[in-house]
Every structure is written in C-alpha cells, then in structure tokens.
C-alpha cells in the first residue's frame, strides 16, 4: 500500500493494518527459522511498511 493511500485511511484503520501486518511478519520469521521461507524480501517489505504506518500515527497524534 503506498504512503499516500495510507494517509487517507482513519487512526483505527492504521492500528488493525499494522496488527494485521505484525502476524504477518511473527508467521514469516518462523517460516524463515524452519526453512521453508519462498520470499525472504517480504520480511523486509512487512517491517517496511509497518515503519510507515507508525510514522503516519506518530504525525496524527501530534498533529
């Protein structure tokens, strides 16, 4: 999802993403410490994209 959809998006919408994208990222690294891993650059596209989010909540909690 690209920055600028995300920033339309309300805090709630935000907080289900980012938790939704949290058991993403806990299936993939144990799908990565059983070997059975098909797109180790996911990981860092999840980790990536859940930054966003909690730079988009950090800006509407101050602004």
Same mark, same amino acid.
């Given at each position: 999802?690209? %920055? ?9 919408? @935000?907080? %289900?993403?980012?938790?939704?994208? %949290? !058991?993403? @990222? ?16 996911? =990981?860092? !596209? =999840?980790?990536? !994209? ?5 730079? @988009? @909540? ?6």
């Amino acid at each position: 999802m690209k %920055t600028n959809q995300m920033r339309d998006k309300s805090a709630d919408e @935000l907080l %289900t993403r980012e938790k939704d994208l %949290t !058991e993403q @990222l806990y299936k993939l690294r144990f799908q990565r410490a059983t070997g059975r891993m098909e797109a180790p650059s996911k =990981v860092k !596209e =999840v980790r990536r !994209e859940i930054a966003r989010i909690k730079t @988009l @909540l950090g800006e509407k909690a101050r602004g």
